[in-house]
């Protein structure tokens, strides 16, 4: 495609996330007709051996193990960082004050402070951001929004949204990073998908009160030893949204058997929705509209009725996987670059589920109803 | 059966619930070696007529419009109340003064007040009482109970229960009794079932933090007007259980599209389990110690491998039905009445949840965690 | 009921299905307003002893040894037979002989000669008869049918109907009658089931092409040796339908973890139909006059919308079991007796399945393609 | 990857199989570790404009009009048939006379004597083929024929398999090739998959009676006048297997509102498998080694033990999509270039399934059961 600008892209971070990314990236153009050619400029890793594996592995032109320089590489336009989260922060800000646009896995920071110097920044910049909340990238997500905002379900009274994986039941697995009380835990580990979806479908949540809870007080440190815990294994809360619904919150990495319990049900005055992650292709939609005697959740199954499903697989039935679900995320960053749509999910979106997480963890902790303060 | 006793029946209160007790009466001798003859005696309605009817529909040889001469025939072993809510308490005091046994439908009474003094009574006076949380009667839920008691899924750490029907969720529904402040709302009228197997699984609920919320504030009055409405539409709590579990609880009857979401969720550390009412003869069970890459959620089904389930079908797959609960529940009272095992789910038990319905609802007034004062 | 008539009942057969028989002639005059008042009055088993702890369990007022003089006791207006199969043509014929209106468990009888000379007495003597395939008594297959014939799957194209359990599935499970060539096999045991709900649905079926395996072909004859296996363990067949649909139909004993596989599909040209008789108070509906986009199939819960679930439940979710498809089983039997509605499944229709079973094994035996002569 | 060996890609055909196709070999390379770099070399459509737009859409460095061109430039080692069934034979006979390694899609001719003519050359030429029969590379389905040959079930009894959805259920949808008696009909189309799933798992297919049934006589022809059908629109059979199991196979296009309902049970002496397509990250297991009263199917997700899905994503619950199933597919093929494995899918497998489905159309015809003459 010579006639196409070319996005050159420098990555931080070879693991899962990153593999997923550079999925994305050679994905996300063979499926849709993107404004831009992406190149696969510079891998940045630890050390030079694991940054040129990497590259050779993910077909990456170049390779560092210094992530500054490539950040400063005048060459590139795009840093995308899956890096731990602890890193994220220095990370951005370095490719922000490059003028780079910036892609960062979730969550966009440890602390909410530190999200929102980052989105203040980026915004400040100009430059263009996402953060990598891939499952609102469902187009059965799209759908239900579409079909929220048409009023298909009348006014929207309720809402039960939950996240529960199963990776750390097992007490004996070891203390990580993400028992850090600064920025760990169930609930800002995988509730914040929760909320992320809760907001993506009914719009901003303004009152919160939290329960967050330690079931495995301590676990190994890997070196003999234990290392106590301080991070919630379920966090949880009610909430109200601005739109008058109100509903409950579940982050929970303790449920035993379940891998990808990412649930909604959504309840309105003429209808109903219901949803799991587990079989993400399919929305249950139950309609009053429907003749007495003939209602019930019906399973609509992704089709190309539901864009951009379509760009995958021409008939229904055919189902995406996760890594198309990176796909659609990455296309809608890269359009977005080109100012062809807004920010799917920018820094600053980033910044209002940390401010999400974190009031529930303040209320938790006073045992108060709490205001978001977005 | 002439070597057995006879128990003679007055009921009171002809409704749904009065001819699902009678289908009880009726069923549970024949599929229980009971060691009882149950004789349906008397029957008490508002009028002679209305009671004249109802005796010849539902088969009591006796028919009264005033319950108190009822109560109080010598010849009655047993009252059983299906009357409004309201009047059970002075129904029950009755039939206790006279020596009566009573059955009595849930709630016990709009107040843990009142169910107190009817708890009390009972207990000096040593009658036996049964409230009717027919959903406990299900052989999936002794099941689930038997698995959890015997270890099956390791410590329990955490659940999830809910009511949710859709039977208020239209706005033009009119205001009932079910609206009264004194023992109304979702909460009282579903969400006690919801507590009910909450304790029936695992033990006594010690804390909670409530959150009630009313969505439809006023309804028709029935006379062309409107009717101020303070219960709650959606009544929910996060609980602490005295084995050391936590977890949430829901009671919701605008819950459009949902009949009968009476689900729980069980996590332990070994094992959990999953159940949905709606499929109420099956129980999802999830286990560790399957193989790896052959684990998953089991889809057990009710069979005569789960008592008493054979009683009613001799193979699998036949599936009981609510009126069976019924009988089950019906033959679990007549057994404590002859000593023969403890009251299933007696006065003392139906105050319990009353209890915590009544802190849950101070709890989410007062916005604070409250002990719930058994 | 003093103003209705009486119907004196006299059952053989004290097994499984008798009592199943007896929970429905309890439980039908309190679900339905039926025109008779129903009396067990004798039961009739092996022995003098068998029957009259039968009677005391069962409630019958009378016992005998002798089931022919019972069938010619004036006193009796039904005689129900839950005897074996083989014994079905004897007794009803002596009944019908006798004037009796005669009730009978499925299949009708061994052979179809056998079921022909009864449905043919039956006629001739005016008498009303009643064989038992329960399954077809769901409301959910009431539903069913209505939405085939109000036309709103459009023309019927398509059908495949199972019924698959696994009680033969071990093959240490001993020979029984059940073996037997005359009438004995999968297809002639629960295959019959699935012929009975095609044709209660779609109508006659004309033309069929017949599988018949056996898989097991010893089992052990209780005596320490083995008796050789003639019958199908699977029988299936290609099918026809006079209003111009075609299919397939399969009973199978040895569908390992299959308890009740009753299942069927329908495929019109306007909507389809699922339905499992593992969760039986469902019917899964998919419309194309659903918006596209918006159509999957729908879970339809069984509701009081569906006659007669609101006898049994006044709100839907709450569910029937086994028993009380045999209580309307009943009902439409008492109903057909008084003239008030048509035979819902007389020994004409056993006669038919009979039939159809018989032409399934004649074809698979010539391996060619048979008329269904009815 | 400079160390590796390349392997140059000349694809012809640019629909969605085509596309596909470019998204496993861009895929393949990133997800696993290939003996071969992957390189698109030329890509042949109909006209010059056409392959010009496609190779630049699917990156393609050179683009052609003349497949047969494109076949003998010796600078390609892999030809990759996209183009339309009749035209396979052509093709590949053309590149297996280059010396091409050759990947078709299925069907791999319009009719087996086809078929047999390009494995025998393939064979003859020592070259590498691949059929693209993509629902096999599922990790389930290898899960499934693992547990299968490891005994898991049991001596495996019983097969029902269906390949049903509805494209063709509208009868104003118009004649097409697909319509074609040379090679045309749902059996051919999709219940060829359904044949190929059966052999993957239980082995080969020896005996069949087969129904294939013409439900929608004309078509439009696309010029305002109508086009008679003579293909099935449902093509089922009856079968038997090598190893001793029997079974039932369908193809189905007008089962309204099925899109992807290639479905299995597997029923064995020890336990049993049922898949669904439609929701094809999950395997359901029944085993009767588990504890009675514990005994159910339960639902196994994709994970990480069930490989390559690990190599997509790392962690169960997130699910692979159909697109990766291709790339699964790219991966063995070209490992079987290499030498490394045996070709998963190659054209004799082909011919098997061809020879299958000819078989069940002339014993469908011809009314009687037939051998398969591998």
């Known amino acids: ?75 590139i336009d795009v840093i995308d960082i899956t890096a731990p989260n602890a890193l994220h ?11 780079k646009h910036v892609y960062c896995e979730k969550p966009l920071a440890p602390l909410a402070s530190d999200a929102r110097e980052m989105a203040e920044a980026a915004e400040a910049a100009g430059i263009t951001t996402q953060v990598g909340f891939n499952y609102l990238c469902n187009p059965m997500l799209a759908l239900a929004r579409q079909m929220i905002e048409a009023g ?59 329960d967050c809870v330690t079931m495995i007080g301590q676990r190994p440190d890997g070196k003999g030893g234990a290392h106590a815990v301080e991070v919630d294994d379920v966090g949880r809360a009610f909430v109200r949204f601005a739109n008058g619904a109100q509903g409950s919150i579940e982050g929970n990495w303790i449920a035993t058997g379940r891998k990808m319990q990412h649930d909604f049900e959504v309840y309105g005055t003429k209808g109903a929705l219901a949803f799991t ?21 019906r399973r609509i199954e992704a089709s190309p009725d539901h864009p951009p499903y379509g760009r ?37 979106k980033g910044l209002a589920i940390q401010t999400i997480v974190e009031t529930i963890q303040a209320s938790a902790k006073k045992q108060k109803w709490m205001n978001v303060g977005h």
């Open 312 to 348: 995958f697989c021409v008939a229904p039935g055919h189902q995406i996987g996760f890594n198309d679900l990176k796909a659609i995320e990455v296309a809608g960053f890269i359009r977005a670059i080109a100012g062809r749509q807004p920010e799917p999910c920018n820094f600053r």
């Open 89 to 99: 922060k220095e990370m951005a800000l370095a490719a922000i004050a490059a003028g």
């Open 1 to 75: 495609m010579p006639d196409k600008p070319v996005l050159r892209i420098g990555l931080i971070g070879t693991g899962f996330m990153g593999k997923a990314h550079v999925f994305g990236f050679a994905s996300a153009p063979k499926v849709f007709d993107l404004p831009y050619r992406l190149e696969l400029h510079t891998v940045a890793d630890i050390t030079p051996e694991a940054a040129t594996r990497a590259a050779q592995e993910l077909g990456f032109a170049h390779a560092t193990a210094d992530w500054r320089s490539m950040v400063e590489n005048p060459e």
């Open 277 to 297: 992650q587990e079989r993400f292709n399919e929305l249950h939609f139950y309609s009053t509209a429907d003749a007495p005697g003939r209602r019930g959740f």
């Open 152 to 210: 298909e379900l009348g006014e929207i009274r309720g809402y039960r949204g939950l996240h529960a994986e199963d990776y750390m039941a097992d007490a004996e697995s070891p203390w990580t990073f993400r028992h850090d009380p600064a920025g760990g835990g169930a609930l800002a580990d995988i509730g914040s998908h929760a909320l992320a979806t809760a907001e993506f479908l009914l719009g901003p949540i303004t009152e919160v009160m939290g």
